[in-house]
């Protein structure tokens, strides 16, 4: 069907179920709790309840600023990335050539390399839909701390109370930021069905063991794990 054979369907369901998978694993699965998101909403928790003390909240204010400015730039890298991704449609014919003559790559039709890229497009819009929302949430989370009473209230409930909305909107907007990123990583490995359908499958393969591996046993989730145990 449009030029793909068993082995490009083998390959995008693999594609599907490595992401949904992993989605599952770091965020609702039985290992999540050792996650390094998980580990990272916890300090997102303890900064934020940190600050109801403070009487000089400039720190926090940059803070937010940092993590509204990273999520700007991702927002509008996607932007670029659709408007790349669409740009290769223009070429379809050419490409369909120049595949032809590698001796490496699978041989495409015009119907097979226009699907791909409308789904590489498809999945740049996905993370720009999270970045834009995320970015939102923060934008809502810096009205949510700048609304946490003064230091002098600290005890109080209503303080403690508002202090908890900010964090659990702060820890929305990571999970969305997360998941932008995530699409960009599995972006990568969808580059690789360009190529052929075994490049796709190893490249998603790749792509999934160094994102596991990055939230379970890199170096930057033992140090955070490290002050856990200590804490």
Known sequence: MA????LDFIAIAFFAAAWIGYLLAVEVGPHAKRSLNTLMNERRERWIMESVKRENRI???QVMN?????????????????GG?????????????????????TPTTRAAWEIKVIGLAVIFAYA???FGWSYRLFNYCAILIGAIPPHTEADKPETLAAAREA?????????HFNRGQRAFFFALAYLGWFISPWLFLIATAAVLTVMWRRQFVSDSAAAVGAGSRAA
Not at 67 to 81: K, P, R, V
Not at 97 to 104: K, S, T, V
Not at 167 to 175: E, Q, T
Request: charged residues 10%.
């Open 3 to 6: 030029g793909f054979g068993t």
């Open 59 to 61: 720190i926090d204010t």
């Open 66 to 82: 940092g993590l509204q400015n990273g999520t700007a730039f991702f927002a509008s890298t996607s932007l670029i990335a659709i």
């Open 167 to 175: 964090v659990k909107m702060n820890i929305v907007a990571g999970l």
């Open 128 to 130: 720009f839909f999270k």
């Open 85 to 105: 991704s669409l740009t290769l449609l223009q070429s379809a014919d050419r490409v369909v050539q120049i595949f032809a003559d590698l001796p490496f790559a």
